[in-house]
């Protein structure tokens, strides 16, 4: 799905900028036992404090459903968007030092630092392919790249790399909302936009990350948003992939909202969990 190929297109700036000679880890000796294979599980809530503990509360109901669809189909991410992101809000909130003032966590966290990046042609061209492309199964030859993206060309630079993570949310995770932007020298290289809300059983999220290309002259972002909304229920999980022109078209979560979102959008990717069995298209 696209969401992954942004994902991991995050991935690589990340430790583009952040690249500042770790040493190299020592090859694992060959005489190292093998562990024995386990079933695949989704990532569990790992914070500590007040809010890890809530966080553990609202996400223990799902984990079951969560955990079938990591069995089934270990290409999908988006099952993991809202456990993963309340799991880092409550972190957060941990080493903010964050305190409830009437029912209520509201805060900011921040990252900065100074760093410097450099991307072959190569490499975007590989994750510009993953991002865009659509392999052809009938295809009998491999795609032929630009021969600018087979040359010696390089994207390099740096500057004062900032990251904010913005949260409103209730003690109890009943709802909550946050926003999470990276800027490169004040220019946005990252915009993301999450709420959820607990209703009835029933645990309603929706994601927006702000649509993003690569090149050689470094982040561009476009004014779309690539959506993830779904609802985490006892029995079963249901999740779809959208894109909207802009934020103001970003759906807020709630039932009613997830409602009538199937008959208004044209997804790109539709999971559901029922039982023991997970379907996903396309």
């Known amino acids: 799905m696209k969401r992954m190929a942004l994902l991991l297109l995050a991935c690589l700036l990340a430790l583009l900028l952040t690249a500042c000679g770790q040493p190299d880890t020592a090859p694992a000796s060959s005489d190292a036992a093998t562990p024995a294979p386990t079933a695949a599980k989704a990532p569990a809530v790992t914070a500590q404090g007040a809010l890890g503990d809530a966080a553990r509360q609202l996400m223990a109901p799902y984990q079951a459903d969560l955990d079938l669809v990591a069995r089934h189909s270990p290409g999908v991410l988006t099952y993991e968007i809202p456990g993963d992101i309340i799991n880092t809000?409550?972190?957060?909130?941990?080493?903010?030092?964050?305190?409830?003032?009437?029912?209520?966590?509201a805060f900011t966290w921040r990252q900065s630092g100074e760093h410097t990046y450099s991307a072959s042609a190569l490499q975007i061209a590989q994750i510009e392919e993953a991002a865009e492309a659509t392999?052809?199964?009938?295809?009998s030859e491999e795609p032929v790249m630009d021969n600018q993206q087979m040359g010696d060309f390089s994207a390099s630079g740096g500057g004062l790399f900032e990251r904010a993570r913005a949260y409103d949310v209730a003690a109890d995770l009943?709802?909550?909302?946050?926003?999470?932007?990276?800027?490169?020298?004040?220019?946005?290289?990252?915009?993301?936009?999450f709420s959820f809300a607990v209703e009835g059983d029933c645990l309603y999220f929706v994601d927006a990350m702000l649509d993003q290309a690569v090149g050689l002259d470094g982040v561009e972002a476009t004014s779309r948003y690539l959506v993830a909304a779904g609802v985490l229920r006892r029995d079963g999980l249901e999740i779809v992939e959208f894109t909207v022109p802009g934020r103001d078209q970003v759906p807020?979560?709630?039932?009613?909202?997830?409602?009538?979102?199937?008959?208004?959008?044209s997804p790109l990717s539709h999971i559901t969990a029922q039982g023991e069995r997970?379907?996903?298209?396309?």
């Open 89 to 105: 809000l409550a972190q957060d909130a941990a080493e903010a030092g964050a305190q409830a003032e009437n029912g209520r966590y």
């Open 135 to 139: 392999p052809n199964p009938r295809a």
């Open 174 to 193: 009943t709802d909550g909302a946050a926003e999470m932007t990276d800027t490169l020298n004040g220019g946005v290289t990252g915009h993301e936009l």
């Open 252 to 265: 807020p979560a709630s039932a009613a909202s997830w409602s009538g979102l199937l008959s208004s959008v």
């Open 278 to 282: 997970v379907t996903t298209s396309p």
